[in-house]
């Protein structure tokens, strides 16, 4: 079994779901530069929460919008355990309605909205504890087949 088939699941709700690699930007352990993301499923939604640090720093204080987007796009990687099919990103979208704040806890929550034939339409939030939302997001994920990942150089990582 491949490490990608072994990630595919089935994760029961609750479950803390694995990182897609080790040296995932979104979620890896050992990327220096990441964002470390832990992610859970509740039910249909996959889950973090999470807090920019200072390597993530936009305008003083406030979390690059890049780096928001870098966690988006992962957050979204993790629906794919729950659809049990590789996939990846064709389009993301980003609403920014109000600074992300260093050092602050976020919970980020994403769902499948609907699927049609190979495109995933997904969508997901960021929301402070005090209930406001920070910033909302919608995607297109296209399935593909584990070949994909091999196309940058041979790996066995994902
Ligand atoms: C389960 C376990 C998972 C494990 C985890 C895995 C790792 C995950 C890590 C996650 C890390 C985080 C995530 C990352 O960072 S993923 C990394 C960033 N993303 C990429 O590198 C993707 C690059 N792009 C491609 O490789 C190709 O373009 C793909 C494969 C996506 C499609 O090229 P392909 O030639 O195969 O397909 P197609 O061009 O015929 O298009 C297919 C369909 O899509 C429709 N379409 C196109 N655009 C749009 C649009 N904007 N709105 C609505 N629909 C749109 C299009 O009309 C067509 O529809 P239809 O005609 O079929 O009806």
Do not use: W
């Amino acid at each position: 079994m491949t490490a990608l088939q072994q990630r595919i699941g089935p994760h029961p709700d609750g479950a803390h779901l694995p990182a897609h690699h080790e040296q995932c930007l979104g979620c890896g352990v050992d990327n220096p530069h990441g964002h470390h993301l832990s992610v859970h499923r509740e039910g249909d939604l996959v889950v973090a929460t999470h807090v920019f640090d200072d390597r993530h720093v936009g305008a003083p204080g406030i979390a690059h919008g890049g780096a928001v987007a870098t966690v988006l796009d992962d957050l979204y990687g993790f629906l794919l355990y729950l659809v049990g099919e590789p996939a990846v990103t064709r389009q993301l979208v980003v609403e920014y309605l109000a600074p992300v704040l260093i050092g602050t806890t976020y919970r980020l929550e994403a769902r499948v909205d609907r699927r049609e034939g190979r495109k995933l339409f997904v969508n997901a939030k960021v929301t402070a504890l005090d209930g406001r939302t920070a910033a909302t997001s919608t995607a297109v994920f296209v399935t593909v087949d584990a070949e994909h990942f091999t196309q940058a150089r041979p790996s066995s990582a994902i």
